[in-house]
């Protein structure tokens, strides 16, 4: 008996140790999706990205704000809800473009997962 449940405890630790590994296998990042491989690639271009787009990306999140709070309204204006539409997409061309400069992946591309260079296609 004593046998038997130190086997079968040896297999449920073997088998919860084996998953824990396939899962950091799986998608390839061992330190987990920021620490990564992906996040050493561009080396300190994330960091001088966030310094110099904190204002955009504030307005960003302000308009964003100002947005989901004209929608929530049961009657919101048409005509701003478009006005702060197109600003948001300017905006976000903007940041677009300041991550083209500094040699980063943008959104929509294979290597962007927006996570520092984490996960992008192959993870769920």
């Not at 998608?27 to 787009?53: E, I, L, R, S």
């Amino acid at each position: 008996m004593k046998k038997a449940i130190l086997i079968f405890a040896a297999v449920t630790v073997i088998a919860l140790a084996g998953t824990q590994a396939f899962a950091c296998i799986w998608d390839g990042y061992w330190g987990g999706h920021m620490g990564g491989p992906g996040a050493g690639v561009y080396g300190n271009n994330y960091q001088g990205f966030y310094d110099n787009t904190a204002k955009l990306r504030q307005e960003l999140a302000a308009k964003q704000g100002e947005y989901n709070a004209l929608m929530a309204k049961p009657n919101p204006d048409s005509k701003r809800a478009a006005e702060l539409n197109r600003e948001m997409t300017l905006l976000h061309d903007q940041l677009r473009t300041q991550a083209r400069s500094y040699n980063l992946p943008a959104p929509g591309t294979r290597n962007y997962g927006g996570r520092m260079g984490g996960y992008g296609y192959g993870c769920w």
